[in-house]
RNA sequence: GUAGAUAUAGCUCAGCUGGUUAGAGCGUCGGAUUGUGAUUCCGAAGGUCGUGGGUUCGAGCCCCAUUAUUUACCCCA
């Protein structure tokens, strides 16, 4: 048998012990911000009925789901003398399309938020409405592999269905906030927009194009500048006028409260028919989530942007929309979010409400690598380690381990009595702080010498004063 | 799907207009040192130069193909 090369798939990627630890760090601060805010866990298979994936995510989300061929000979079926063929010459020219429903009926989850509106739906007999949970858990996307973005990768999803309470919202921008600073990343913006604001302009331009069309460009204006989005405008049929009345309305400038009465205005000028109770939706939830977010004592204030330009999650989104980026680093965006009015009609549960939004682990774990944010102390795991001189030293060591691993302490003995300098070189390699040892000398005194690696400071001890040190 | 870049030791990379036996640093292992790491000194192991063809007296280097990785676009976390 020839020797093969080791190798893993495209976009994927193991974890060591130490970056493990580093993402455990991250997963942990944003599941206690999640659960300090009422959200409840949930876990949902790897694998979804493609029935339940198709179709969510439009026609390019289909093209990178991963589907997973069906076990067994997915060509034939036998059942007893009868061979029924799954797969017939028609289907084959029909093309992929009319093979694949036949040969794979399984896929690798996408994203959370479908998953959950399945779960939701399935249980909506059992759960109490409003229904607040968060998920982690890894999603796959068959997309090509680039800078911050992998094939597989961590989600931690929060979201709440059967409620429109802009509270949620506010929420949303108070639990990102929290994260971030947690994490250290304080040079971030939160970005807010509302999917009818972006409507209203649509409307102020008069009609020509398309509205999808037009979100696109707009999303784009940051990276591509006026003279792109202006191009691209063009080439979807935007006139020269409403391309120049669009950058009007994107230039509106000023705080958050300000870009509200402004923009008020200008959609009243350009004749943009209201489409709330007393005036244009959008504005208002948006204005209701700032008045929120006073109340609760916000002050994270030049964190939080109203960006007019952010465009996102066309296919559902329907209410506010957020994203997060981190400014001092070269990568997309970390978080993102917002409301979708039917999140469970696709299930045959129509009318429920859901806004939520996501925390892109991978993503937020380069950055914190970029930045060197995280602390020290996550990668410690064994604190002690105790050397091992000689079979008769090993054995009177051993239950030295076991009071040490009593008292809490993480510690183990080296397997094999060598030479110090390879056992030093152990701890070293593994970051193990302390080195406890004790020889013959030591053993003869009932003591024991604890070396701290950092600075080469040797003690010598007893067992209860060892305790104290490494206890502390 | 479209376009570019890269592929040489376990890792990071040198390698001249094509020219004898393929180089360094780090790491690993052994020794100086049978009770002291990270710092010192000496030594050793480790390569079908991604793969398959071609040009040539001769290819790590040039050409073609292929695979993998990576960056950007589209889209997204």
């Known amino acids: 048998m020839s020797v093969q090369k080791p190798s893993i798939p495209q976009g994927t990627r193991d974890f060591g012990p130490a970056v493990v630890a580093r993402r455990t760090y991250i997963f942990g601060v944003i599941r206690r911000v999640f659960e300090k805010f009422g959200y409840a866990p949930l876990e949902t298979p790897t694998l979804e009925n493609l029935s339940v994936l198709t179709g969510k995510y439009g026609e390019e989300g289909d093209q990178l789901l991963f589907k997973v061929l069906n076990s067994g000979n997915f060509l034939k079926k036998q059942k007893g003398d009868v061979i029924k063929e799954q797969v017939t010459a028609d289907d084959l020219l029909a093309g992929a399309k009319a093979v694949l429903p036949k040969i794979a009926e399984k896929g690798l989850r996408y994203d959370l938020t479908v998953p959950f509106a399945r779960y ?105 500048g006026r003279e792109g989005v202006g191009k691209e405008l063009a080439e979807r049929g935007f006139s020269a006028e409403a391309t120049e009345k669009l950058f009007d309305l994107l230039g509106v400038a000023g705080s958050f409260d300000e870009k509200l009465d402004r923009l008020l205005a200008a959609f009243v000028t350009a004749g943009v028919e209201p489409d709330g109770a007393d005036g244009y939706q959008g504005l208002q939830d948006l204005r209701r989530v700032l008045e929120y977010l006073r109340g609760f004592g916000f002050e994270k204030w030049d964190n939080l942007e109203f960006d007019v330009t952010l465009a996102r999650g066309l296919s ?50 380069d950055c914190l690598e970029e930045l060197s944010l995280f602390p020290e102390a ?91 040190e490494l206890a502390g």
């Open 378 to 468: 996550v990668a410690a795991t064994t604190r002690c380690l105790i050397a091992n001189f000689d079979a008769e030293s090993e054995t009177a060591v051993l239950p030295v381990l076991r009071r040490l691993r009593a008292a809490g302490v993480a510690t183990e003995l080296y397997p094999e009595s060598t030479k110090l300098a390879k056992q030093f070189k152990y701890a070293d390699g593994k970051g193990i702080p302390y080195l406890l040892l004790q020889g013959s000398e030591e053993r003869a005194a009932g003591q024991f010498k604890l070396k701290t690696l950092a600075t080469g400071q040797e003690q010598t001890l007893t067992l209860d004063e060892v305790l104290t």
């Open 316 to 365: 559902y989104y329907t209410g506010c929309i957020f994203e997060i980026k981190i400014n001092n680093v070269n990568m997309g965006s970390v978080s993102g979010g917002g409301r979708y009015d039917n999140l469970t009609g696709a299930f045959g549960l129509p009318g429920v409400s859901g806004v939520g939004f996501s925390f892109g682990v991978d993503r937020l774990y």
């Open 120 to 224: 939701v739906v399935m249980n909506r007999g059992t759960l109490v409405f409003p229904f607040k949970r968060y998920q982690i858990q890894p999603v796959w996307r068959a997309d090509r592999p680039q800078r911050g973005r992998y094939r597989e990768f961590y989600q931690c999803d929060a979201d709440v269905v059967g409620t429109d309470s802009l509270l949620c919202e506010a929420e949303i921008v108070l639990m990102m906030s929290e994260v971030l600073t947690s994490l250290g990343l304080t040079d971030h913006t939160i970005k807010i927009n509302h999917r009818r604001v972006l409507g209203a302009f649509y409307q102020a331009l008069g009609g020509e194009g398309t509205e999808v069309d037009l979100f696109t460009a707009i999303d784009k204006l940051d990276k591509i």
